[in-house]
């Protein structure tokens, strides 16, 4: 079966826009966090890595409260479980936040992580169809049909991409495809676009498949790497839960210190006995990860953040809203106070 091949009218007709045309309007908490965690505090968390991470450092154990570990990551699964009430804290990038406020979810981002050479390992590349031609720069994406996920990082890097290039969504082919599993290799492969952003193991296999053919991948010299936890406001308003984040979020910023300082393991570990990649394709993902740091200061981060919604509301027809609505200031420096206190 073909995929509907969206312009800019009809995609910004579509169900997902429409839903959008005022943007959220909330007071932002900013009630005290209690110094400590009170008795009996219970929280599920949808972040499996950390999980494992937690477990495999033995930082789980200075948990001081009762966690339901829920096996669920991504915006659409994370939104889901927040939408029910059956989750309280969840790990993604930046645009599942900034789509769930568009789509009256009231979330916060509660942590924020970086890379530390985002240029040199950036989470995403371009895959190029085999049968497309003389496509060597963010420039050549004009007149091309490109995979695009809505409410998703790999969307939003397809427009950050155009603009950087000085395109806009009416000089290209925007084709609406889920970015799950096999199906961007896929749909290069089989000529149903032309362009589509490839994370993960996806990039060297997909070379592996289809070079032989002419497939090509070009990186794109952008940021890609936000990393977030991030909640409800109904979460955030209880007092003993956002003690419990509070402390959860310095032990993921040392958590992921952890697996930085600790490659080979994470990788014999999580990557093949956990996850069940090759070795090959786990000393790539473990490279490819490269480190992270946290910013003690989330000034720069909300310009960027800022800018991202702006994008986005002139390029699918939202409204745009001010960036302080996506962070909670109270959690600001609690991940990086967390690394300092340890170091």
């Known amino acids: 079966m073909s995929h509907p091949i969206l312009s800019r009218r009809l995609f910004i007709a579509s169900g997902l826009a429409a839903l959008a045309v005022a943007g959220p309007v909330r007071a932002q908490g900013d ?3 209690p ?3 009170p008795p009996g505090t219970r929280l599920v968390i949808g972040d499996p890595q950390t999980q494992f991470a937690l477990q495999l450092s033995g930082l789980i154990d200075e948990l001081s409260f009762d966690v339901e570990w829920a096996n ?5 699964q994370t939104s889901e479980a927040f939408r029910a009430r059956a989750l309280d804290l969840g790990s993604v990038a930046e645009i599942p936040g900034i789509f769930a406020n568009w789509n009256n979810l009231p979330v916060r981002f509660v942590a924020y992580r970086e890379k530390t050479d985002p240029i040199g390992h950036p989470i995403y590349v371009f895959g190029i169809a085999p049968g497309a031609r ?3 720069s963010l420039k050549d994406f004009a007149g091309k049909r490109i995979a695009f996920s809505p409410g998703q990082a790999q969307g939003a890097l397809v427009l950050r991409a155009l603009k950087a290039a000085g395109l806009t ?5 925007l084709v609406e495809l889920p970015s799950t599993g096999d199906v961007y290799p896929v749909a290069l492969a089989s000529n149903q676009v032309d362009i589509a952003p490839l994370g993960g193991t996806s990039t060297p296999r997909y070379l592996t498949q289809y070079g032989k053919d002419g ?3 070009i990186s794109h010299g952008l940021r890609d790497d936000p990393g977030h936890l991030y909640a409800p406001q109904w979460v955030l308003d209880d007092p003993a839960k956002a003690a419990a984040i509070r402390e959860y979020v310095g ?3 040392r958590a992921r210190q952890w697996v930085d300082e600790n490659p080979q393991l994470w990788i014999d570990e ?3 006995r956990d996850q069940g990649l090759s070795r090959e394709d786990a000393e790539y993902l473990s490279e490819a990860t490269g480190t992270y740091a946290v910013p003690g200061s989330w000034d720069e981060v909300k310009t960027r953040h800022q800018a991202t919604i702006d994008l986005l509301a002139a390029e699918l027809g939202y409204q745009p809203y001010d960036v302080e609505l996506l962070f909670d200031n109270r959690f600001e420096t609690v991940a990086a106070d967390a690394l300092a206190a340890g170091s």
Do not use: F
Not at 169 to 173: K, L, Q, R
């Open 251 to 253: 032990l993921w910023a």
């Open 169 to 173: 969504t009416a000089d290209v082919t």
């Open 35 to 37: 110094e400590q965690v």
């Open 31 to 33: 009630a005290p966090i």
């Open 72 to 76: 669920i990551s991504g915006g659409p």
């Open 215 to 217: 497939a090509t991948v």
């Open 134 to 136: 003389g496509v060597a």
């Open 270 to 272: 999580y990557l093949i």
